[in-house]
């Protein structure tokens, strides 16, 4: 399942916005009577799922790269007064 067939709009909401349009389909699907009919539903939802869970793996190398970053600048500084 890719996220390509995701349209564009989707793929640019925040993660907060992903999780309400994932809150949003999974109550639509539990109160279908017919899950037969529900089945493109639950394909977007599987879609969304995806692409909520690459945006956290991408935040959460961001904010690993940012924090190496910040130590480094740490360990450089202190290098620099103990010399």
Do not use: C, G, W
Request: net charge positive.
């Amino acid at each position: 399942m890719k996220d390509k067939n995701l349209p564009d709009d989707i793929k640019a909401k925040s993660l907060d916005e992903l999780r309400e349009i994932l809150n949003s389909l999974l109550t639509k699907i539990e109160t279908s009577p017919n899950l037969e009919n529900s089945a493109d539903d639950y394909q977007k939802l599987i879609k969304v799922n995806n692409l909520i869970e690459k945006k956290f793996q991408s935040l959460s190398k961001e904010i690993s790269n940012n924090s190496k970053s910040k130590i480094d600048e740490i360990i450089k500084k202190n290098a620099k007064k103990t010399k």
